[in-house]
C-alpha cells in the first residue's frame, strides 16, 4: 500500500514539474493555495519523501 502512495506522489510530481517547465503552472501551488502555503509544503515534502522511498526500493531490489 505504501509504495503504491508512493508511486502515485512521484507521478502527482512528474506532472508538476512538467507543468511548471511548459507553463510555468505549479499545479499543486495552485490547489493547495500557493507555494508558501503549510498543505503545499506538506505535499512537496512528501512527493520528495517518496521519490526517496522509490529510489532506495529501486537500488536494494
Same mark, same amino acid.
Given at each position: 500500500? %505504501?509504495? *503504491?502512495?508512493?508511486? @502515485?506522489? @512521484?507521478? /502527482? +510530481?512528474? @506532472?508538476? *514539474? =512538467?507543468?511548471? =517547465?511548459?507553463?510555468? %503552472?505549479?499545479? /499543486?501551488?495552485?490547489? %493547495? +493555495? +500557493?507555494?508558501?502555503?503549510?498543505?503545499?509544503?506538506?505535499?512537496?515534502?512528501?512527493? +520528495?519523501?517518496?521519490? @526517496? %522511498?522509490?529510489?532506495?526500493?529501486?537500488?536494494?531490489?
Amino acid at each position: 500500500m %505504501f509504495t *503504491w502512495i508512493a508511486l @502515485i506522489l @512521484i507521478i /502527482v +510530481g512528474a @506532472i508538476n *514539474w =512538467g507543468l511548471v =517547465g511548459l507553463f510555468d %503552472f505549479d499545479l /499543486v501551488a495552485s490547489v %493547495f +493555495g +500557493g507555494r508558501r502555503s503549510p498543505l503545499a509544503r506538506l505535499v512537496y515534502i512528501l512527493i +520528495g519523501l517518496s521519490g @526517496i %522511498f522509490t529510489a532506495i526500493m529501486l537500488l536494494f531490489k
